[in-house]
């Protein structure tokens, strides 16, 4: 079973009041910069810790009648009884959770057993921050199976697991060589057609078809191969790379070791900045690449990008400036996805008058490829500085770059 959030209403002392209807479909925050995107994730995720991962029940119900019970002890006991301390701090615990909750109320749509799909670790919580890296590591050793296993166990299913990646892929793939030399072709071939699931999906992420992950028998690494390019290992890989590795590999490891397939575990997975050193051709298929991956998964992002919420179109769209949702903008140009969520901040006028000059030479009939190239290349160092309007203007034409040189 898919669980997941149906509802999400948010109210504070500012009147940033909004409700959220997602009814189980993966959700997109856009806003501009400095709209709270990152702290909207940050409070959501306490709450999903709190109601679903903490032991105890934590619905606002419960919070309710542990209130008016310490209510009712208080008023029948005085400081110094030995549960005065007790029923005080029920108080102020009860008090804490029926505040939050009602400034920030989630709905899922099925609690009770979410809970306890969490605590039998067939179901997730997780948040990835904007500055992830895959933290893969390699020993250059063979662990059995139960080691692996029994290592993730001391895991919590809140903290990366992905640095058991390599390892698992080390161990299975040596696995495999051990089951084809005695014979065993059956599960030689599971082992290897899984190993060559990854391979694809991996293809797929560097839009390379010539790549493949070689397991080398000398130094118990495993390395990715290109043609014309030398060999590279898991933890070699650019910023970009990493970023999506540090997802796909924390991901994977949780449903292998738990024995799960991707279509079985469930939850909730939130990731920060989901564009965040992205190239364009990327942008456009991160989103829709996690949700294919682990379909049952409910997945919640912040972007900037119109590539990334243009790419999939099962899902809401939220605007944190206007607090407007929308659905499926996969129809709309990346034009209209700009002027429609998306504003700009106050830049400085040199930057302005070469963002204007970008869109004169974007804009015009035949495009001068090497001077909107040669621009671009100005810009891109001082790309963290901008505001997300700017930021788009320039993925705009370094997407315009890669169609007319065929990159």
Known sequence: ???????LVHKDEFNNNFEIDLGGKNLIITGNNGSGKTNLLKRLYASLEQRLVSTGDNTLTQARQRLNEAEQQLMSRLPGDSLYDYYLKQKSEATRLIDNEEKFSITFNDERNFKISIHERKSIIRFFEATRQASIRGDGSISGMDKLLQEHKQLSLTKDSGVLFERYLVSYWNYGLLQKGSGNDIESERVFSWIAKIN??????????????????????????????????????????SSVLSVYADLLVKVELEKLSRQEISGIVLIDEIDAHLHVTLQKKVFSFFNSAFPNIQFIITTHSPFVVQSVSDCIVFNLSTLESMQDLSMYSYTSIIKGLLGETSESETLKEKIKLLESI?????IDVVELKKLVSELEPYIDKMDAGSKIKIALAQNKIIELLGE
């Open 362 to 366: 974007f804009n015009k009939q035949k």
């Open 1 to 7: 079973m898919k669980y997941s959030i149906d509802k």
């Open 200 to 241: 694809q999906d991996l293809k797929v992420l560097f839009e390379d078809e010539s790549l493949t992950l070689d397991f080398n028998l000398a130094e118990l690494r495993i390395y990715l191969m290109q043609n014309g390019k030398s060999p590279f290992r898991l933890d070699q890989l650019s910023s970009g790379f």
